[in-house]
């Protein structure tokens, strides 16, 4: 089920004009709150993680649902590189790790090394961090010579609930109105 999900994320991306708006951490969301937009959006709430890393904001347009997975992509500032949030109902382990295809590449093996508290795989020219939280995956996706490791390992590092500010920032600006 991962592998549709994470194949839509160039789809997602097409109509890169639009950035996100920034957003501070705090303590995680009103559950009210992330119960309404995860109906918004048509996923369980357990599914709605962001992250944050230097240079990158969330590209609000691509924050949704495909395959029953929470899905959100966040753009660098110059918009030059781009990697996707993908959130599923999955396991992931030392046993199935290298079985799981990496996206949209289904032809080519994966590569797994156990780092930290997460996975990193390689297929292909893709690669990702794969974190872990009881019984959902969060993977975080990008082509590997757009996006260098270190800035996968970051999001990975500060994968988390969204709190009050950065779950506004998911939503779409009311009105029309930009964020």
Known sequence: MMRPARALLPLLLLPVLLTGCDADSGTVADSADLDAAARTW???PELVYVTEVSGYTVFQA???EYEDEFVTAYLAEERSTKFGLFTGHD???A???TKQPLGEVTDKPVTCEHDGDAWYRKAG???EYAVPFDAVVVHL???ADKVDRAVLREAAEAVHRP?????AALLPAPDGADT
């Open 42 to 44: 048509g996923v369980d």
């Open 163 to 167: 709190d009050d500010t950065e779950l």
């Open 95 to 97: 046993e199935n790790c």
């Open 125 to 127: 020219e893709s690669h």
């Open 91 to 93: 396991s992931l382990t």
């Open 62 to 64: 691509s924050v949704g």
């Open 141 to 143: 996706i990008a082509d």
